[in-house]
């Protein structure tokens, strides 16, 4: 098999590069083509002769995902659709704020975990993403836009679970905040999970990007309801492996709380929520449900959402109302299902 050279390290890459008789530094030029000018072929690294190149082609690959489509939203927000390599498909989403792109990818083919709110849920799971295929989102998107410059922010909150792919995601992160891959800030990358708590302790041993996690209710019960994986890790568990976890550069952990009418948008959820997050440097984003097809919930009135926030205002967390965009092209959170529609 031959080696997808955007999965390596760069150490490896320049090992790699030796064991093909090439000096490093060719590993390091290459990485070059790769992460800076986001080359997709060998026939466009021109500063590698003609006969190192067919060597590379025949000893190596450099996979690109195929965009299927892109739907802009009202909101200007980016819905890009991929097929892989095997036919699958995945979604990346690129967001605009103020004066930055944030973009959101996907680290699996589908999702195991089952959350009842989640359209990706419905598929299940169809398979990991390698890391190259974890890459190659933030490359295509990039090479779409004039000033690529411009995404400075990058989420983990796209299709999957990314703690269940684990190593390839770390992988990806490695190559992501690398100053000789994509050179982006680990503090402007931030990766969301359910709650697998061993490895979120591992994430706080293996990098330092950001940590975001999906709470979406303050008791066992509401929460087993909405996302099984509660039943493995209880809400005792994953709060103290939050407890535990490194903060130093990355000041503060992200709570994502889906407000659901009638299911945990009341003021005891608000109170217990929270207790539960009393002593964690937290900033809270509450979610008014994006209501999609298939998902019976609904969202809550703005009276609602607004008392709920009022009361974690006042015990001082930092709470914000998200209303996530791109609903009109079904971009939005937990709307990302891999079909065109
Ligand atoms: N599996 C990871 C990454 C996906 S992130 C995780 O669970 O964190 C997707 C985010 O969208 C999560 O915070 C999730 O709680 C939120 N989400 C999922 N379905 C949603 C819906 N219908 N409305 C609003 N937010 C939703």
């Known amino acids: 098999m031959k080696a997808d050279l955007k999965c ?39 500063n590698l002769s003609r006969s190192h190149r067919e060597i590379l082609k025949e000893r190596a690959r450099i996979d690109h995902l195929e965009v299927v489509k892109t739907q802009t939203s009202e909101d200007r927000t980016t819905k890009f659709l991929f097929k892989l390599a095997d036919g699958l498909s ?58 690529p410059e411009k995404i400075t922010n990058i989420v983990f909150m796209g299709m ?20 000789n891959g994509l050179n982006f800030s680990h503090r402007k990358v931030t990766l969301s999970t359910c709650g697998l708590v061993p490895k979120i302790r591992a994430m706080g041993r293996d990098t330092s990007i950001n940590l975001a996690v999906s709470l979406n209710a303050s008791d066992n019960e509401t929460r087993d309801f909405l996302m099984p994986i509660n039943q493995k890790y209880p809400l ?12 130093p550069h990355r000041k503060m952990i992200t709570f994502e709380y889906i407000l659901i009418r009638d299911v945990n948008d009341q003021e005891k959820d608000a109170l217990r929520l929270a207790k539960l997050l009393a002593g964690i440097r937290a900033k809270i984003n509450l979610i008014p ?29 930092t709470a914000i109302i998200r209303k996530s965009k791109g609903q009109d092209i079904s971009a939005a959170c937990g709307q990302l299902s891999g079909q065109t529609l």
């Not at 589908?110 to 709110?117: D, E, H, K, T």
């Not at 684990?166 to 190559?175: G, K, L, M, S, T």
């Not at 005792?236 to 903060?247: Q, Y």
């Open 8 to 46: 390596l390290t760069s150490t490896e890459m320049e090992i790699w590069a030796k064991e093909m008789g090439l000096d490093p530094y060719r590993g390091r030029q290459i990485r070059q083509w790769l992460f800076k000018r986001l080359t997709v072929s060998f026939d466009e690294m021109t």
């Open 90 to 147: 995945i979604e990346s989403v690129l967001i605009p704020e103020q004066d930055h792109f944030t973009i959101c990818i996907s680290s699996q083919a589908g999702c195991a975990m089952g959350c009842r709110f989640c359209l990706t849920a419905k598929q299940g799971l169809k398979r990991n993403l390698s890391s190259a295929e974890i890459i190659d989102q933030v490359i295509h998107v990039k090479r779409s836009m004039q000033n």
């Open 160 to 179: 999957g679970e990314p703690l269940a792919n684990y190593d390839n995601v770390i992988r990806a992160v490695h190559n992501i905040v690398a100053d």
């Open 236 to 247: 005792h568990d994953l709060l103290s492996a939050c407890r535990d976890f490194p903060l």
């Open 289 to 317: 449900l994006n209501q999609t097809a298939g998902v019976e919930f609904a969202e809550p009135s703005m009276d609602r959402i607004l008392s709920f926030q009022e009361i974690l205002l006042n015990k001082n967390f």
